[in-house]
């Protein structure tokens, strides 16, 4: 049986993990149906040119991740993690509803896709804090050689949004023919979506602040936590390499998944909500598996050993694909980038919690995230999409991943060389104002 302890625990993990789903279920369904925004905020004689705004759309909104992780993860470390996490829940609110809620192109014009624009920068803007803060919030509750499995269910909550958007679409695509799902149907999962929001407030609302938080000794002002991060632009670089390839590969394998399926491989949009589907459920099994192992094993061994073997199989795992396309071969591909994806991501988000200090814990965390998104992994779909079209090389997204890879790699052995991240990051944040 639970102990009153452990009870108290898995209620706050499902309470601060909350928030991270409907900001992961948003941008899914975005990735998802991006053919069908595209025709209806974008309109264009070339499909592939109403996809690209669609994509990049979809793009834009990782623009806007550093300025939120920066303004919104000041205010968390300054405020206090509660009250954070409750601000970001608001703002992702009002721009899911907002994109939910627009007319079409045809019935309005030009405004309907500045306000979709805006609906996802608003969207990005929120998103910015919300990974950092709900990572760095699990990190402060978990307990002792546990925290690599505590913070594992931030990404894991993911999942399940990436599990939930998928069955909706699967439904979906059951239910309606292609015509109604263009014409109104990928409408649909965005209404839900809203529907849900007064749930996530009534269980984010009741969450405690963490000990750890109100226990600090010293409190920065905004104009102190800009200064700590300049000072340390060479750390905020060093996890945003990190972040490079847990970010390209998990939009990858999942926001892309749908539209490369049905576009590129020309398979079934059911089939490919399926493989999205199982992708979701094998990040979700690997991810808290992944974290326990680091807490045993360390973070190094897995980030250094799921680099290499990325850079080793991504593109000829998705050139065995493309040269026979099957429902059944991306499924097998899936998988296993799945497996690397969780086993890298399960060590790294709690690494990065470790060597950022309490003081500026969420705004270092959230802004080398944000970084990593928006420079990399948040274009994934649309760079994938160019990258096709301009080579005519299928697999060509596998390069993609062994690029992030090298990246990843480069970085855990600069990582690994530093032997006191941690301490200088908190030298620095003593400074006065």
Not at 73 to 88: E, K, M, Q, W
Not at 234 to 252: A, D, E, P, Q, W
Request: glycine share 10%.
């Amino acid at each position: 049986m639970l102990t009153s302890e452990r009870k108290k625990k898995l209620m706050a993990i499902v309470r601060v993990s909350s928030g991270n789903f409907l900001e992961m279920y948003d941008f899914m369904v975005f990735g998802y149906y991006s053919v069908a925004i595209g025709k209806a905020f974008f309109p264009n004689g070339d499909p592939f040119v109403s996809l690209m705004f669609s994509l990049m759309t979809f793009g834009a909104g990782f623009l806007m991740r550093p300025f939120g992780a920066i303004v919104l993860g000041a205010y968390t470390d300054r405020h206090g993690r509660r009250a954070g996490l409750l601000l970001s829940l608001g703002l992702m609110s009002i721009g899911i509803l907002s994109i939910a809620c627009v007319p079409s192109y045809r019935t309005i014009g030009v405004a309907a896709p500045l306000l979709v624009l805006a609906g996802r920068l608003l969207q990005g803007f929120s998103a910015g804090m919300e990974l950092g803060g709900v990572s760095v919030y699990l990190s402060e509750i978990a307990t002792k050689g546990h925290k690599g499995f505590f913070v594992s269910w931030q990404s894991a909550s993911q999942q399940v949004a990436v599990m939930f958007a998928a069955l909706v679409g699967m439904l979906l695509s059951a239910q309606l023919s292609p015509t109604a799902m263009a014409s109104w149907g990928w409408r649909v999962p965005l209404w839900i979506g809203c529907l849900i929001v007064p749930l996530l407030f009534l269980l984010r609302g009741s969450l405690e602040e963490t000990d750890e938080f109100v226990a600090r000794k010293q409190t920065l002002t905004t104009g102190q936590i800009l200064r700590v991060l300049a000072g340390n632009a060479k750390l905020v670089g060093i996890g945003t390499m990190l972040l490079t390839m847990t970010t390209v590969s998990f939009y990858m394998i999942t926001a892309y998944t749908p539209t490369f399926g049905s576009s590129v491989l020309h398979l079934s949009s059911k089939d490919s909500f399926i493989v999205t589907f199982c992708v979701g459920a094998s990040n979700l099994f690997w991810l808290p598996i992944m974290g326990s192992l680091s807490d045993r094993i360390g973070r190094f061994p897995l980030l250094i050993g799921c680099t290499v073997v990325m850079m080793l199989t991504a593109y000829p795992a998705m050139f065995w694909l493309v040269a026979g396309p099957t429902s059944g071969k991306l499924l097998a591909v899936e998988l296993w980038l799945s497996f690397l994806y969780a086993s890298y991501n399960g060590a790294l988000i709690v690494f990065m919690t470790e060597f950022i200090p309490l003081e500026v814990r969420t705004v270092g965390f959230s802004l080398a995230y944000s970084l990593a998104t928006a420079i990399f992994g948040g274009f994934t779909p649309a760079i994938s999409t160019y990258l096709i079209h301009w080579s005519g090389n299928r697999a060509i997204p596998g390069l993609w991943l062994t690029f992030s890879a090298a990246v990843g790699l480069s970085a855990a052995l600069i990582a690994r060389g530093q032997k006191s991240l941690g301490n200088q990051f908190i030298e620095v944040s003593t400074v006065g104002a």
